[in-house]
Protein backbone atom coordinates (compact mmCIF):
# COMPACT_ATOMS: atom_id res chain seq x y z
CA UNK A 1 0.00 0.00 0.00
CA UNK A 2 1.12 3.08 -0.93
CA UNK A 3 -0.11 5.34 1.07
CA UNK A 4 -0.58 3.84 4.87
CA UNK A 5 -1.55 6.25 7.88
CA UNK A 6 1.43 7.13 10.05
CA UNK A 7 -0.39 5.69 12.94
CA UNK A 8 -0.41 2.19 11.44
CA UNK A 9 3.50 2.39 10.54
CA UNK A 10 4.01 4.25 14.56
CA UNK A 11 2.69 0.96 16.25
CA UNK A 12 4.98 -1.31 14.54
CA UNK A 13 7.91 0.22 15.29
CA UNK A 14 8.87 -0.08 18.93
CA UNK A 15 9.61 2.64 20.41
CA UNK A 16 13.10 3.33 21.16
CA UNK A 17 14.67 5.85 24.31
CA UNK A 18 16.83 8.95 23.17
CA UNK A 19 19.74 8.62 25.28
CA UNK A 20 20.64 12.26 24.89
CA UNK A 21 17.59 13.53 25.94
CA UNK A 22 17.39 11.40 29.74
CA UNK A 23 16.64 14.48 31.40
CA UNK A 24 13.54 15.52 29.32
CA UNK A 25 10.74 13.31 30.87
CA UNK A 26 7.63 12.94 28.62
CA UNK A 27 4.62 13.27 30.79
CA UNK A 28 1.54 13.61 28.83
CA UNK A 29 0.33 10.95 26.43
CA UNK A 30 -0.07 13.66 23.53
CA UNK A 31 3.78 14.18 23.48
CA UNK A 32 4.22 10.56 23.84
CA UNK A 33 1.93 9.76 21.03
CA UNK A 34 3.87 12.50 18.72
CA UNK A 35 7.11 11.58 20.06
CA UNK A 36 6.08 7.28 18.84
CA UNK A 37 4.87 9.10 15.04
CA UNK A 38 8.51 10.57 15.03
CA UNK A 39 9.87 7.57 15.52
CA UNK A 40 8.09 5.08 13.84
CA UNK A 41 8.13 7.97 10.73
CA UNK A 42 11.71 8.01 10.97
CA UNK A 43 12.04 4.23 10.02
CA UNK A 44 9.95 4.63 6.99
CA UNK A 45 11.16 5.72 3.73
CA UNK A 46 7.91 5.82 1.85
CA UNK A 47 6.49 9.26 2.97
CA UNK A 48 8.66 11.18 0.90
CA UNK A 49 10.68 11.11 -2.46
CA UNK A 50 14.26 9.03 -1.37
CA UNK A 51 16.41 12.54 -1.66
CA UNK A 52 14.64 14.62 0.42
CA UNK A 53 14.15 12.28 2.85
CA UNK A 54 16.98 12.17 5.19
CA UNK A 55 16.36 15.43 5.47
CA UNK A 56 13.24 15.75 6.68
CA UNK A 57 13.92 13.46 9.33
CA UNK A 58 16.87 15.18 10.79
CA UNK A 59 14.68 18.35 10.84
CA UNK A 60 11.77 16.22 12.33
CA UNK A 61 14.07 14.86 15.10
CA UNK A 62 15.14 18.49 15.71
CA UNK A 63 12.10 20.07 15.84
CA UNK A 64 10.62 17.36 17.93
CA UNK A 65 13.44 17.72 20.66
CA UNK A 66 13.06 21.47 20.84
CA UNK A 67 9.56 21.25 21.66
CA UNK A 68 10.06 18.92 24.05
CA UNK A 69 12.63 20.99 25.75
CA UNK A 70 10.14 24.10 25.63
CA UNK A 71 7.00 22.42 26.67
CA UNK A 72 4.39 24.17 28.65
CA UNK A 73 6.06 27.69 27.81
CA UNK A 74 4.38 30.10 25.82
CA UNK A 75 5.45 31.14 22.70
CA UNK A 76 4.68 34.10 19.27
CA UNK A 77 4.03 32.89 15.90
CA UNK A 78 5.78 35.88 14.13
CA UNK A 79 4.09 36.00 10.49
CA UNK A 80 5.39 39.25 7.88
CA UNK A 81 3.52 42.00 8.20
CA UNK A 82 1.05 41.18 4.87
CA UNK A 83 0.85 37.35 5.87
CA UNK A 84 0.02 35.17 2.84
CA UNK A 85 -2.06 31.81 2.67
CA UNK A 86 1.30 29.96 2.86
CA UNK A 87 2.48 32.07 6.41
CA UNK A 88 -1.26 31.98 7.95
CA UNK A 89 -1.47 28.14 7.20
CA UNK A 90 1.81 27.21 8.44
CA UNK A 91 1.57 29.29 11.65
CA UNK A 92 -1.69 27.55 12.35
CA UNK A 93 0.08 24.26 11.75
CA UNK A 94 2.95 24.73 13.75
CA UNK A 95 0.34 26.09 16.48
CA UNK A 96 -1.46 22.36 16.26
CA UNK A 97 2.11 20.67 16.82
CA UNK A 98 3.15 23.08 19.42
CA UNK A 99 0.01 21.77 21.69
CA UNK A 100 0.49 18.18 21.88
CA UNK A 101 3.98 19.68 23.69
CA UNK A 102 1.66 21.55 25.57
CA UNK A 103 3.21 24.52 24.50
CA UNK A 104 0.43 27.99 23.96
CA UNK A 105 0.87 29.89 20.79
CA UNK A 106 -0.54 33.30 19.96
CA UNK A 107 -0.15 34.15 16.13
CA UNK A 108 0.43 37.58 15.11
CA UNK A 109 1.27 39.77 12.12
CA UNK A 110 2.10 43.93 12.50
CA UNK A 111 0.30 44.73 9.30
CA UNK A 112 -2.82 43.95 7.36
CA UNK A 113 -4.87 40.94 6.20
CA UNK A 114 -5.32 43.04 2.38
CA UNK A 115 -5.60 40.43 0.04
CA UNK A 116 -9.59 39.17 0.12
CA UNK A 117 -8.47 35.43 -0.53
CA UNK A 118 -7.12 35.47 3.18
CA UNK A 119 -9.79 37.50 4.60
CA UNK A 120 -11.91 34.60 3.75
CA UNK A 121 -8.98 32.34 4.58
CA UNK A 122 -9.36 33.55 8.03
CA UNK A 123 -13.21 34.06 8.15
CA UNK A 124 -14.18 30.80 6.80
CA UNK A 125 -11.80 28.20 8.39
CA UNK A 126 -11.71 30.54 11.99
CA UNK A 127 -8.07 30.80 11.29
CA UNK A 128 -6.40 32.59 15.02
CA UNK A 129 -4.11 35.06 13.83
CA UNK A 130 -4.42 38.34 15.58
CA UNK A 131 -2.80 41.43 14.41
CA UNK A 132 -0.92 43.42 16.84
CA UNK A 133 0.16 46.83 15.70
CA UNK A 134 3.66 48.06 16.52
CA UNK A 135 1.89 50.37 19.29
CA UNK A 136 -0.21 47.60 20.55
CA UNK A 137 2.75 45.68 20.96
CA UNK A 138 4.57 48.20 23.16
CA UNK A 139 1.57 47.83 25.90
CA UNK A 140 1.80 43.72 26.25
CA UNK A 141 3.65 42.14 29.09
CA UNK A 142 5.63 40.48 26.97
CA UNK A 143 7.62 38.42 29.77
CA UNK A 144 5.07 36.07 29.95
CA UNK A 145 6.83 34.48 26.30
CA UNK A 146 9.18 32.42 26.36
CA UNK A 147 10.17 32.68 22.95
CA UNK A 148 9.51 33.41 19.32
CA UNK A 149 8.57 31.36 16.20
CA UNK A 150 9.18 32.87 12.43
CA UNK A 151 7.01 31.26 9.88
CA UNK A 152 7.68 31.46 6.30
CA UNK A 153 9.79 34.53 6.77
CA UNK A 154 13.15 35.34 8.73
CA UNK A 155 12.01 38.32 10.21
CA UNK A 156 13.09 40.52 7.53
CA UNK A 157 9.25 41.16 6.75
CA UNK A 158 7.76 42.09 10.05
CA UNK A 159 8.23 45.04 11.92
CA UNK A 160 7.49 42.93 15.26
CA UNK A 161 10.65 41.45 15.14
CA UNK A 162 12.86 44.05 16.28
CA UNK A 163 10.46 44.82 19.39
CA UNK A 164 10.89 41.03 19.60
CA UNK A 165 14.64 41.09 20.05
CA UNK A 166 14.54 44.10 22.26
CA UNK A 167 12.48 42.30 24.78
CA UNK A 168 14.87 39.66 24.67
CA UNK A 169 12.59 36.94 23.76
CA UNK A 170 14.28 34.41 21.90
CA UNK A 171 14.17 33.07 18.35
CA UNK A 172 13.36 29.41 19.13
CA UNK A 173 12.14 28.20 15.71
CA UNK A 174 12.32 29.24 11.72
CA UNK A 175 10.71 27.23 9.12
CA UNK A 176 10.93 28.99 5.71
CA UNK A 177 11.14 28.59 2.04
CA UNK A 178 13.02 31.90 1.06
CA UNK A 179 16.21 31.97 0.25
CA UNK A 180 18.95 32.54 3.58
CA UNK A 181 18.34 36.34 4.36
CA UNK A 182 21.18 36.36 6.81
CA UNK A 183 22.60 34.77 10.05
CA UNK A 184 19.97 33.71 11.83
CA UNK A 185 20.38 32.45 15.57
CA UNK A 186 17.73 30.42 16.45
CA UNK A 187 17.37 26.96 18.27
CA UNK A 188 15.84 25.42 15.51
CA UNK A 189 16.54 26.07 11.63
CA UNK A 190 14.76 24.47 9.25
CA UNK A 191 15.40 26.78 5.51
CA UNK A 192 14.90 25.20 1.99
CA UNK A 193 14.84 27.18 -0.99
CA UNK A 194 14.23 24.41 -2.77
CA UNK A 195 10.65 23.76 -1.61
CA UNK A 196 7.97 25.90 -3.16
CA UNK A 197 5.89 26.33 0.02
CA UNK A 198 6.44 26.65 3.78
CA UNK A 199 3.27 24.54 3.82
CA UNK A 200 4.62 21.68 2.03
CA UNK A 201 7.37 21.55 5.04
CA UNK A 202 4.57 21.88 7.51
CA UNK A 203 2.81 18.64 5.48
CA UNK A 204 5.78 16.74 6.13
CA UNK A 205 5.87 17.17 9.67
CA UNK A 206 2.35 16.02 9.66
CA UNK A 207 2.90 13.29 7.05
CA UNK A 208 5.35 11.76 9.61
CA UNK A 209 3.36 11.70 12.20
CA UNK A 210 4.06 14.85 14.50
CA UNK A 211 0.55 15.49 14.34
CA UNK A 212 -1.87 12.66 13.55
CA UNK A 213 -4.72 14.57 11.29
CA UNK A 214 -8.23 13.02 11.77
CA UNK A 215 -11.27 13.69 9.28
CA UNK A 216 -13.28 13.26 12.37
CA UNK A 217 -11.95 17.24 13.98
CA UNK A 218 -13.34 19.95 12.43
CA UNK A 219 -10.53 21.94 13.03
CA UNK A 220 -7.78 19.58 11.08
CA UNK A 221 -10.07 19.30 8.36
CA UNK A 222 -10.02 23.21 8.26
CA UNK A 223 -6.39 23.57 8.90
CA UNK A 224 -5.33 21.18 6.08
CA UNK A 225 -7.61 23.19 3.77
CA UNK A 226 -6.01 26.18 4.37
CA UNK A 227 -2.40 24.60 4.08
CA UNK A 228 -3.80 23.63 0.34
CA UNK A 229 -4.57 26.92 -0.34
CA UNK A 230 -1.23 28.10 1.16
CA UNK A 231 0.78 25.24 -1.23
CA UNK A 232 -1.57 26.34 -4.22
CA UNK A 233 -0.96 29.70 -3.79
CA UNK A 234 2.51 29.69 -3.59
CA UNK A 235 2.81 27.22 -6.48
CA UNK A 236 0.61 29.33 -8.49
CA UNK A 237 -1.98 26.71 -8.22
CA UNK A 238 0.64 24.01 -8.30
CA UNK A 239 1.86 24.99 -11.52
CA UNK A 240 5.26 25.34 -10.35
CA UNK A 241 5.11 22.50 -7.48
CA UNK A 242 7.97 20.36 -7.47
CA UNK A 243 7.79 16.29 -6.44
CA UNK A 244 7.87 17.18 -2.60
CA UNK A 245 5.08 19.91 -3.01
CA UNK A 246 2.53 17.29 -4.91
CA UNK A 247 3.60 14.49 -2.48
CA UNK A 248 2.25 17.04 0.21
CA UNK A 249 -0.88 18.12 -1.76
CA UNK A 250 -1.74 14.50 -2.16
CA UNK A 251 -1.30 13.44 1.31
CA UNK A 252 -3.90 16.68 2.16
CA UNK A 253 -6.31 15.80 -0.19
CA UNK A 254 -7.31 13.12 2.29
CA UNK A 255 -8.29 15.51 5.02
CA UNK A 256 -9.00 18.63 3.25
CA UNK A 257 -12.57 20.57 2.19
CA UNK A 258 -13.07 21.25 -1.83
CA UNK A 259 -16.06 23.10 -0.93
CA UNK A 260 -14.39 25.17 1.65
CA UNK A 261 -11.00 25.73 -0.52
CA UNK A 262 -13.63 26.62 -3.19
CA UNK A 263 -15.36 29.19 -0.66
CA UNK A 264 -12.03 30.89 0.22
CA UNK A 265 -11.22 31.07 -3.77
CA UNK A 266 -14.40 32.59 -4.60
CA UNK A 267 -13.64 35.40 -3.06
CA UNK A 268 -13.82 38.69 -4.97
CA UNK A 269 -11.92 41.65 -5.70
CA UNK A 270 -12.79 44.90 -3.82
CA UNK A 271 -13.51 48.14 -6.12
CA UNK A 272 -10.38 49.60 -4.88
CA UNK A 273 -8.10 46.55 -5.88
CA UNK A 274 -9.60 46.38 -9.44
CA UNK A 275 -8.96 50.92 -9.35
CA UNK A 276 -5.41 49.80 -8.42
CA UNK A 277 -5.17 47.49 -11.05
CA UNK A 278 -6.19 50.12 -13.55
CA UNK A 279 -3.73 52.88 -12.41
CA UNK A 280 -0.75 49.87 -13.11
CA UNK A 281 -2.22 49.23 -16.61
CA UNK A 282 -2.45 52.85 -17.20
CA UNK A 283 1.11 53.15 -15.98
CA UNK A 284 3.27 50.76 -17.09
CA UNK A 285 6.19 51.10 -18.78
CA UNK A 286 7.23 48.03 -20.72
CA UNK A 287 11.43 47.40 -21.55
CA UNK A 288 13.31 44.88 -22.44
CA UNK A 289 10.10 42.28 -21.38
CA UNK A 290 10.13 43.79 -17.87
CA UNK A 291 6.86 45.73 -16.87
CA UNK A 292 7.29 48.37 -15.13
CA UNK A 293 4.36 50.63 -13.08
CA UNK A 294 4.12 52.80 -10.47
CA UNK A 295 0.80 53.21 -8.74
CA UNK A 296 0.90 56.11 -6.65
CA UNK A 297 -0.50 56.39 -3.54
CA UNK A 298 -2.67 53.44 -1.52
CA UNK A 299 -4.42 52.55 1.63
CA UNK A 300 -2.69 50.35 4.21
CA UNK A 301 -5.71 48.12 3.81
CA UNK A 302 -5.52 47.89 0.04
CA UNK A 303 -1.51 47.19 -0.06
CA UNK A 304 -2.03 43.46 -1.26
CA UNK A 305 -3.33 44.84 -4.60
CA UNK A 306 0.30 45.39 -5.56
CA UNK A 307 0.96 41.91 -6.05
CA UNK A 308 -2.54 41.33 -7.48
CA UNK A 309 -1.23 43.98 -10.52
CA UNK A 310 1.55 42.56 -10.92
CA UNK A 311 0.16 39.16 -11.46
CA UNK A 312 -1.59 40.81 -14.14
CA UNK A 313 0.90 42.75 -15.84
CA UNK A 314 3.18 39.34 -16.11
CA UNK A 315 0.19 37.74 -18.07
CA UNK A 316 0.70 40.78 -21.11
CA UNK A 317 2.34 39.11 -24.39
CA UNK A 318 5.74 39.50 -24.56
CA UNK A 319 6.31 40.73 -20.28
CA UNK A 320 8.33 37.91 -18.67
CA UNK A 321 8.45 40.46 -15.32
CA UNK A 322 6.85 42.87 -14.03
CA UNK A 323 6.87 44.90 -11.34
CA UNK A 324 4.25 47.10 -9.33
CA UNK A 325 4.84 49.59 -6.80
CA UNK A 326 3.33 52.16 -4.93
CA UNK A 327 2.78 54.09 -1.38
CA UNK A 328 1.54 52.72 1.50
CA UNK A 329 -0.18 55.28 3.85
CA UNK A 330 -1.47 54.26 7.03
CA UNK A 331 -3.61 57.00 7.83
CA UNK A 332 -4.17 55.96 11.62
CA UNK A 333 -0.03 55.69 12.32
CA UNK A 334 0.76 58.52 10.05
CA UNK A 335 2.96 55.89 8.36
CA UNK A 336 4.76 55.34 4.57
CA UNK A 337 6.29 52.83 3.13
CA UNK A 338 7.15 51.97 -0.37
CA UNK A 339 5.89 48.69 -1.41
CA UNK A 340 6.46 46.82 -4.60
CA UNK A 341 5.85 43.37 -6.07
CA UNK A 342 8.11 41.30 -8.70
CA UNK A 343 6.35 38.55 -10.81
CA UNK A 344 8.20 36.78 -13.61
CA UNK A 345 7.74 33.73 -15.87
CA UNK A 346 11.23 33.79 -16.79
CA UNK A 347 13.30 30.92 -15.38
CA UNK A 348 16.41 32.22 -15.32
CA UNK A 349 15.30 35.40 -13.76
CA UNK A 350 15.97 35.10 -9.67
CA UNK A 351 13.32 37.56 -7.84
CA UNK A 352 15.60 37.56 -4.93
CA UNK A 353 18.89 38.06 -6.52
CA UNK A 354 17.59 41.22 -8.49
CA UNK A 355 15.30 42.91 -5.72
CA UNK A 356 18.73 42.35 -3.63
CA UNK A 357 21.14 44.11 -6.59
CA UNK A 358 18.63 46.60 -7.77
CA UNK A 359 17.66 48.39 -4.36
CA UNK A 360 20.52 47.08 -2.20
CA UNK A 361 20.78 47.02 1.63
CA UNK A 362 20.17 50.13 4.04
CA UNK A 363 22.56 51.56 6.70
CA UNK A 364 22.46 48.76 8.99
CA UNK A 365 23.10 45.61 5.85
CA UNK A 366 19.69 44.57 5.76
CA UNK A 367 18.20 44.27 2.26
CA UNK A 368 14.95 46.06 1.44
CA UNK A 369 13.28 42.25 0.01
CA UNK A 370 14.04 39.34 -1.59
CA UNK A 371 12.33 36.41 -2.90
CA UNK A 372 11.20 32.94 -3.73
CA UNK A 373 10.99 31.75 -7.06
CA UNK A 374 9.22 33.26 -9.74
CA UNK A 375 8.30 36.14 -6.95
CA UNK A 376 9.33 38.58 -5.10
CA UNK A 377 8.41 41.80 -2.88
CA UNK A 378 10.36 45.12 -1.33
CA UNK A 379 9.79 47.45 1.03
CA UNK A 380 11.59 51.27 1.52
CA UNK A 381 11.34 53.02 4.40
CA UNK A 382 10.34 56.58 4.00
CA UNK A 383 12.30 58.02 6.70
CA UNK A 384 11.81 61.49 7.45
CA UNK A 385 9.80 61.90 4.17
CA UNK A 386 7.56 59.96 5.83
CA UNK A 387 3.87 61.71 6.72
CA UNK A 388 1.12 62.52 4.84
CA UNK A 389 0.48 65.82 3.60
CA UNK A 390 -3.05 67.36 2.55
CA UNK A 391 -1.52 69.34 -0.23
CA UNK A 392 -2.16 67.65 -2.93
CA UNK A 393 0.72 69.08 -4.97
CA UNK A 394 3.19 68.15 -2.49
CA UNK A 395 2.18 64.42 -2.19
CA UNK A 396 2.31 64.40 -6.16
CA UNK A 397 6.17 65.78 -5.54
CA UNK A 398 7.28 63.21 -3.57
CA UNK A 399 5.31 60.63 -5.07
CA UNK A 400 7.76 61.43 -8.81
CA UNK A 401 10.50 61.73 -6.27
CA UNK A 402 10.28 58.50 -5.01
CA UNK A 403 9.22 56.99 -8.79
CA UNK A 404 11.87 58.16 -10.78
CA UNK A 405 14.53 56.69 -8.11
CA UNK A 406 12.48 53.50 -8.13
CA UNK A 407 12.54 53.35 -12.36
CA UNK A 408 15.69 54.28 -12.33
CA UNK A 409 17.23 51.40 -9.93
CA UNK A 410 15.00 49.13 -11.67
CA UNK A 411 15.86 50.17 -15.29
CA UNK A 412 19.74 50.03 -14.50
CA UNK A 413 19.54 46.61 -14.43
CA UNK A 414 16.44 45.95 -17.67
CA UNK A 415 18.43 48.19 -19.30
CA UNK A 416 21.95 49.17 -18.26
CA UNK A 417 22.55 52.12 -20.41
CA UNK A 418 19.28 53.92 -20.11
CA UNK A 419 18.93 56.15 -17.01
CA UNK A 420 16.19 58.53 -17.03
CA UNK A 421 17.78 61.25 -14.79
CA UNK A 422 20.87 61.34 -16.94
CA UNK A 423 19.25 62.44 -19.31
CA UNK A 424 17.70 64.90 -18.18
MN1 LIG B 1 5.61 31.03 1.26
Redesign the pocket.
Known amino acids: MQFKSPLTQIESFPLTTDPTSDEIEIDSEAVETSAKAQMGSINDSNCFGQRSNSLTQQKLEELHHTLLAHRHERQLVVLQDFP?P??LS?AWTYQLIAQQYDIKCDIIYAGALSHQENIALVKLTGLPAQRWTLQSLKGKDLSSYQGFVLV??QGTTSGLVPILQQAAVPLLVVV???NLQGNIKSEFVDIRPSV????TIFTQYLQAGLLTLDSSISQHVKCATALMH?LR??TDRLMQAQEEDFMAAAYLSRFSDTQLLNAVLQATRSKRVMDVIERSLKNRIVQNNFSIAGVGYLRYDDRDAIPQAADFLVTEENVHTAVVYGIVHDEDEEFEVVIGSLRTSKLTLDPDEFIKEAFGQDSSGRFFGGG?LSAGGFEIPMGFLSGSNENSAYAKMKWDVFDSQIKQKLLRLVNPRDNPIQSE
Open positions: DDASDNDHHRATAGSDR
